[in-house]
């Protein structure tokens, strides 16, 4: 389970960056890497890479509370 948490963040981080690209020059780096419009459109590719960082970002909400209840217990 630790690797696929580790997966999860470096999958979210990049995701991260995509979206900061995407609002500061509205420019997507995953479509402009896998195929689509990199200033309107998407390509499936890309759109599937949105999916995976989404379920990503679910993958690692449980992390939250179990780093607090961590800290919490030393």
């Known amino acids: 389970m630790e690797m696929l948490t580790r997966v999860a963040l470096v999958l979210v981080i990049i995701g ?3 979206w900061l690209l995407v609002g500061l ?3 997507d780096l995953v ?3 896998l195929g689509g419009n990199a200033v ?3 390509s499936i ?3 599937i ?3 995976i960082v989404g ?3 679910i993958v690692l909400i449980p992390s939250f509370f ?3 209840a961590q800290v919490e217990e030393k």
């Open 16 to 18: 991260a960056l995509n």
């Open 25 to 27: 020059f509205s420019w």
């Open 31 to 33: 479509a402009a890497l």
């Open 40 to 42: 309107r459109e998407s």
């Open 45 to 47: 590719l890309s759109r």
């Open 49 to 51: 890479i949105y999916s």
């Open 55 to 57: 379920l990503a970002g």
């Open 66 to 68: 179990r780093d607090k």
